[in-house]
């Protein structure tokens, strides 16, 4: 295997680098239409890694990804997006043999939005390899930024939990638990048991670990908001945040200071991609050295004005959009 790269332009310090799930959205313009049924739609950058990097970029923070495509029309149009987006596409590489992953979603608003995930025989994301990685950019970062997604497979895997060890906690590392169990195995149920070892793993090397219920019960076995953050906290992380849906946000950190920030309300039409856009302003606060409260706050802000809107990436908001919106919510 290759040594890990450590590249002159490394010496580019990035606010946020994220790593992990990229792919091409499809989603319907009809609204309360099942797919079977749904006759346009409109193709999006997706992917939670991706998403991440762009909602940090739209925010004024510079970002890159570090993931792979197909080499192919889509994967194509992926690095256009990036670009587009004013997202750092230097670690986005082709993988000739898998073609670029496509979801497409239903959307029944309020709160029902099934996802399908075309990712087979293997998604190029998950072709990261160790011998791949610039770890000095990754240690150079403030923010490094990895999804559960990422430790599914091989070789993604084991390039993952090498980032993260590289990294060794320099500056702000945050694991976004995101739990998806069809993307673990394409044959078989994923175990849970075996997922949180791998979890466990990847939070010694963390500072901040983000996650719902179901997914916290994943990496800790508990589901309870506050039992949650307190296991995340003895796992090795700084800060715990705990996102409870309609109940809000709960966050924990290891100093004592906690927030707990009920949601904005908006009309919901397409939830996908609020957590992506809450993970991005997170960023943007911690970033901004901003208290626990302000920052939960901002981050439900910038959730809820994505779930308003129909995509995910070209959706998320600016830092005015963010500001005008907690103006008006709080007025």
């Not at 994220?18 to 950058?45: C, H, N, W």
């Not at 791949?132 to 403030?142: G, T, V």
């Not at 950190?253 to 309300?265: C, I, K, L, N, Y």
């Not at 004005?305 to 709080?330: H, I, K, N």
């Amino acid at each position: 295997m290759a040594e890990p790269v450590e590249s002159a332009e490394s010496a580019q310090s990035f606010d946020l680098i994220t790593m992990g799930r990229i792919g091409v959205d499809l989603y319907p313009l009809q609204s309360g239409v099942p797919l079977a049924r749904v006759e346009t739609f409109g193709k999006f950058l997706g992917g939670s890694a991706a998403n991440v990097a762009v909602a940090a970029a739209r925010l004024g923070r510079s970002s890159a990804v570090i993931t792979r495509t197909g080499d192919d029309p889509f994967g194509a149009y992926l690095h256009e997006a990036l670009k587009g987006f004013g997202v750092d596409d230097r670690w986005v590489t082709p993988v000739a043999a898998y073609p670029t992953p496509v979801t497409f979603c239903e959307i029944f608003p309020p709160d029902d939005f099934p996802l399908y995930f075309y990712r087979r025989p293997k998604a190029p994301d998950l072709e990261i390899h160790t011998g791949e990685l610039d770890l000095a950019a990754i240690r150079a970062a403030r923010i490094f930024w990895i999804t559960g997604t990422g430790l599914s497979q091989e070789p993604s895997r084991s390039a993952t939990l090498a980032a993260l060890a590289a990294r060794d906690k320099a500056g702000t590392t945050v694991f976004d638990l995101d739990w998806r169990p069809a993307l673990w195995n394409d044959t078989v149920r994923p175990d849970p048991v075996q997922a949180r070892r791998y979890y466990a793993e990847a939070l010694r090397h963390a500072t901040v670990a983000v996650g719902n219920v179901d997914e916290c019960e994943i990496a800790t076995g508990v589901r309870e908001p506050e039992a949650c953050a307190g296991a995340l906290l003895a796992a090795g992380v700084e800060l715990a945040v705990v996102k409870q849906g309609p109940k809000g946000v709960l966050a924990v950190h290891r100093d004592g200071s906690r927030a707990e920030v009920p949601p904005v309300p908006v009309e919901v039409v397409n939830g996908l991609g609020a957590g992506d856009a809450f993970g991005g302003s997170l960023c943007h606060g911690l970033l901004s050295g901003w208290d626990l409260t302000t920052t939960v706050r901002h981050a439900n802000a910038a959730g809820a004005l994505v779930a308003s809107r129909l995509a995910c990436s070209s959706a998320m908001p600016t830092r005015a959009e963010v500001d005008d919106f907690l103006a008006r919510a709080t007025a």
